[in-house]
């Protein structure tokens, strides 16, 4: 993307043109293949995840032919943003070839499938990066709705026994 980067499932984000997408991957590969030749950082740790944005802005064809050349390139998984639907996703899934990743946003574009059903498909990893925030976000609105409209103690049932609340957190 171009800055100021943004949520591959809204408006208004850019993507940079084919050719520069293509060498800010093949320069991302360089350096891994560098970090593994030298066993630095947990050598064979470090993987190459290459995304693009370009479904929303350019459209899905462009989109799965960046993948496939990021591929060609030596990225280790690619991650197609926001496909909007299963079909976009098998379509995906059957054009390009090695791990891909899934994002499972929701209220975003793409349809929110179970991992088995992911994995039936064609992906080998799942990113469901609002999930737990936004379910959190949630219990603390009622939290606080609780506390506003009551007392303390009407809130218990919302609470983790404190011991156990300690031993989640260290």
Do not use: W
Not at 7 to 36: F, M, P, Q, S, Y
Not at 102 to 115: C, D, S, V
Not at 126 to 144: D, I, R
């Amino acid at each position: 993307q171009l800055a100021p980067k943004r949520c591959g499932h809204t408006r208004g984000k850019a993507v940079v043109a084919r050719d520069e997408a293509l060498r800010r991957v093949e320069a991302a590969c360089d350096a891994r293949d560098e970090i593994r030749a030298k066993g630095l950082y947990g050598g064979n740790d470090v993987a190459i995840v290459a995304r693009t944005d370009a479904n929303g802005v350019l459209g899905f064809e462009e989109a799965v032919e960046r993948c496939r050349l990021f591929r060609d390139l030596g990225a280790d998984l690619t991650f197609l943003e926001a496909p909007r639907s299963v079909e976009e996703m098998r379509a995906y899934c059957d054009a390009v070839d090695g791990p891909k990743l899934a994002n499972m946003l929701e209220g975003g574009h793409t349809p929110i499938l179970a991992p088995a059903e992911l994995g039936r498909i064609g992906y080998a990893l799942a990113a469901y990066p609002v999930t737990l925030l936004s379910a959190s976000v949630k219990a603390m609105q009622h939290a606080l709705d609780k506390l506003r409209s009551c007392s303390s103690s009407s809130s218990a049932d919302l609470l983790l026994p404190f011991p156990e609340l300690c031993t989640a957190v260290g």
